[in-house]
């Protein structure tokens, strides 16, 4: 099982990015994915979280600027990032979980992608 996260670069404050993580080996059709982030000295965090069902949980930071959604027909997470700001800056893991409704406790998803790194510059 290997989840494949992409899209991750350089960007000005006020850019968007979006991230995609593609998920082969199995199908997480049924699994909450989500993503997460961990900034330089900081604890990772959880940005975002898509329940199996279609239903989204955000962390305050990025309400009404990141939305995330999935393709189930593709195993894929996606992770649409406008508005950035600097404080988003981290490297950013999707992750799919081993329940169908929203989690957000790291502990609960057991497949991790290899992180990518998102770098806002003011």
């Known amino acids: 099982v290997q989840l494949q996260a992409s899209g991750g670069g350089l960007v000005q404050a006020g850019g968007s990015l979006r991230l995609s993580c593609a998920a082969s080996?199995?199908?997480?059709?049924?699994?909450?994915m989500g993503w997460f982030r961990q900034a330089p000295g900081k604890e990772r965090e959880v940005v975002a979280v898509?329940?199996?069902?279609?239903?989204?949980y955000y962390v305050d930071s990025v309400k009404d600027r990141f939305t995330i959604s999935r393709d189930n027909r593709k195993n894929t997470v996606y992770l649409q990032m406008n508005s950035l700001k600097p404080e988003d800056t981290a490297v950013y893991y999707c992750a799919a979980g081993d329940t169908w409704w929203i989690t957000t406790t790291p502990r609960d998803y057991g497949y991790w992608g290899q992180g990518t790194q998102v770098t806002v510059s003011s």
């Open positions: 898509i329940s199996s069902g279609g239903a989204a």
């Open positions: 080996g199995r199908t997480f059709s049924r699994s909450v």
